[in-house]
């Protein structure tokens, strides 16, 4: 993406325009378009807190955006006018939803918009009406964005949904986007949960563990010992549904960055994490040490990688679309597409199929994926149940996960909502299914 000249006064909210439109235009991911983006500029630390926080609101309300902006337009804007839109978006998360003083979101996304080259310079005096026509009209406009919160969902999971968990748990799970997620916290099991609720002013989580709300991790008690580390409820749950792993050889499929690779080495497997991907793996190795566990480590892909020594349970996190975790990535909302899910379900399908076929008689295989796509989830483990005969779906009971029936499907798979839970701060969306080979 070419970056066009631009006046000192608006450069930090450039580093916001060029990521916002490095996501919703080019499909970047959020985390990746924004560390080559501000190390380009230049961004002190304090700059960069501000532009990760402005695009991560604007991703979380960019449908609310895109309506209200095109209610405060009477001719809406030109094609071409792709950076003028990403400027006012931001201009007006700042204004609406952000405690960024109304004259500084205005004049600088004006100044930012006049350095612009080309033709988009002209649009600095519609900039700046339309911004301080939304400070005027603020509340009537947030009172219009809260009506309607499945406008932040993309057209194509608003039908997915919607077809999938009906339309009020569609508009349940959006309107999650509206909050930041709490930080959840695993403990190894030798942890008391009692202690580190007082020492992290935490609360104790039914499926084990400790939430607390956000903070700077590194800073927080125990972290740099070693005693926890940041996982999501959900996700923290498929790990604890393989048989007792004391002793047991584990394959984790799929494994960086490893937060279940920890839980497994913590309850006493002797593991091997795979994953394709070198960059992750060097963090799964970094947890590794921090919390002085230990696992054998492969960079290998999962859908061909055969163990030297016989395995007794398998863990498969399959690569999948992620849209779980839109409460912590809003970004995989606007990244990822129907074409998406249609490549992952094979590449999952290639993977569970092989990942059985290392299994011995007896041994059971728990299949995951952080999706809420129906292709990738359930409907991913009945077609492999209706082509592998000697594969038996080993019900998951409420007493397995909390005492929380509602995250048990009719079939005994589990499968977790964002919209659950939603007093007491949510949960990322996660399904899983266990499966024993038999004779």
Known sequence: MNTPEQTKPGATRLVAVRTLM????????????????????????????????????????????????SKLLDRGLPRNATWTEAALLTGLAQILFMRTADHAAVNETVALVKGLSGKEKGFAGLVNAVLRKAVKSREKLLEEARKTPERNLPDWLQESWGKSYGR????????????TPPLDISLKPTE????????????????KGVRRTSADVPSLAGY????????????????????????????????????????????????????????RMKRLLANLQRTGLSAATVVTDAASFRPETPVDHILVDAPCSATGTFRRNPDVLWTKGPEDIEKLSALQARILTHAFSLLPVGGSLVYCVCSLEKPEGEDQVEAFLGTTPNAQRMPITPEEVGGLPELITPAGDLLCLPSYLQDSGGMDGFFAARIRRQK
């Open 192 to 207: 008391d949960t009692a202690a580190w609720t007082e020492k992290l002013s935490a609360t104790a989580l039914p499926t």
């Open 224 to 279: 740099n010992e070693g005693f926890w580390w940041v996982q999501d409820m959900a996700a923290a749950i498929p790990a604890t549904l393989l048989p007792d792993v004391t002793g047991k050889h584990v394959l984790d499929l799929c494994a960086a960055p490893g937060g279940k690779t920890m839980q497994l080495a913590a309850a006493g497997a002797q593991v091997t994490s795979v994953d394709r991907n070198k960059n």
């Open 22 to 69: 490095a996501v919703t235009l080019k499909r970047r991911p959020f985390d990746v378009a924004l560390d080559d983006m501000a190390a380009e500029a230049g961004l002190e630390a304090r700059d960069r807190a501000f532009v990760f926080n402005l695009v991560m609101l604007s991703l979380r309300q960019l449908g609310a955006l895109k309506y209200i902006l």
């Open 168 to 179: 009020e748990t569609m508009q349940a799970m959006a309107a999650t986007l509206s909050g």
